[in-house]
């Protein structure tokens, strides 16, 4: 198993940058494909991101390619969210998962799940 905590979420204006973290323990992280997720209250949870085992595959959702970059460093056992040109949409609840496999969208392909941080952006 794998455990995980994010950290970095915040208040930031329209048009500015956040970086979020994901901190894995347990089990070997570079085993897992990982991904983040984002959940507004009254909706579902998207997908927003996503990066391979050995981080030489990514993918996006629409809405965030161009602006986001996944990334991780196995050795510290991190995965990464840089988020640039953040409009209010973006406002959620980012969530970390980890799947065992290839990468995946889907979000019930992953089986373990961060608790979440929030990011909030103004206008």
């Known amino acids: 198993q794998v455990q995980l905590v994010e950290s970095g979420g915040g208040l930031v204006q329209a048009g500015g940058s956040l970086r979020l973290s994901c901190v894995a323990s347990?089990?070997?992280?570079?085993?897992?494909?990982m991904g983040w997720f984002r959940q507004t209250p009254g909706k579902g949870r998207e997908f927003v991101a996503a990066?391979?085992?050995?981080?030489?595959?990514?993918y996006y959702a629409d809405s965030v390619k161009g602006r986001f970059t996944i990334s991780r460093d196995n050795a510290k056992k991190m995965l990464y969210l840089q988020m640039n040109s953040l409009t209010p949409e973006d406002t959620a609840g980012y969530y970390c998962?980890?799947?065992?496999?290839?990468?995946?969208?889907?979000?019930?392909?992953?089986?373990?799940w961060g608790r979440g941080t929030q990011v909030t952006v103004s206008s």
């Open positions: 998962a980890a799947k065992l496999g290839p990468i995946g969208v889907l979000l019930d392909g992953y089986g373990y």
């Open positions: 990066i391979s085992w050995s981080g030489g595959g990514t």
């Open positions: 347990g089990s070997t992280f570079s085993r897992y494909a």
